[in-house]
């Protein structure tokens, strides 16, 4: 099994411009997870999809950000205008058992995304 | 609100030495623990977890104990490795949702040849 797949793996862009984050889950995952690491505020969950439909986007900092997952094999996250405190590691998790009580969840290799 | 904590320290250890890596949880609600390993630019991977109901488990070289009174969790590597250089995360799912991790800030470990 290749893992989650995230593309691109570095992004830099100006202010103002729009950023979109690609995510492959693992085949026969039905939860997926976006999540962002900083420095200051560690790992983050931004949303949550379980069966393609988002459970919990509490996370989304603001509407800036956007994700859609529009068929079991891949995500999108969108952040429309970026601005530089956007910068920030953004993963992508998938898990087989999103609905119970064991929430392993597999990472991908992340996005580093930088705003300038 | 309550979270996982860790002050982000570092721990340096020499190759074959064993390893103890500590977490303080506060959520006192949380009844299912995950020990993740992240090495430079890439994912979190997962180690080995433990649910309240045990007070340790063990894997391969690696042991977890939780101390649910004192609300700390730790992490034991046996015989550390310079591949065992990494950051280190506990995650704590509080039962509130079936879902939603909660990561500490992480703790490096360094192994020294």
């Known amino acids: 099994d290749a893992g989650v797949i995230q593309s691109p793996r570095h992004e830099v862009t100006e202010m103002g411009q729009e950023v979109t984050l690609r995510c492959k889950p693992i085949?026969?995952?039905?939860?997926l997870f976006w999540y962002r690491q900083t420095m200051m505020r560690g790992l983050e969950l931004l949303i949550y999809f379980n069966n393609n439909v988002p459970i919990d986007d509490s996370g989304m900092p603001e509407d800036r950000f956007s994700a859609k997952m529009p068929n079991a094999s891949f995500s999108t996250l969108k952040i429309q205008p970026s601005e530089p405190r956007d910068s920030a590691v953004y993963f992508c998790?998938?898990?087989?058992?999103?609905?119970?009580?064991?929430?392993?969840?597999?990472f991908g290799q992340g996005t580093r995304l930088t705003v300038v | 609100g309550e979270s996982v904590g860790l002050h982000l320290p570092t721990l340096s250890v020499q190759e074959g030495d064993n390893s103890i890596i500590n977490c303080a949880y506060s959520?006192?609600?949380?009844?299912?623990f995950i020990w993740y390993k992240q090495e430079s630019g890439k994912g979190p991977q997962f180690i080995i977890d433990i649910r309240s109901n045990m007070d340790k488990r063990q894997g391969q070289r690696v042991t977890v104990l939780l101390n649910k009174t004192v609300k700390h969790l730790s992490l034991q590597i046996a015989a550390t490795q310079p591949g065992d250089s990494a950051v280190y995360f506990c995650a704590e799912n509080s039962g509130g949702s079936n879902y939603k991790l909660t990561f500490g800030k992480g703790t490096l470990l360094t192994v020294n040849p």
């Open positions: 085949s026969g995952h039905n939860s």
């Open positions: 998790a998938s898990s087989p058992r999103g609905g119970g009580r064991n929430t392993e969840a597999f």
């Open positions: 959520n006192s609600a949380s009844d299912y």
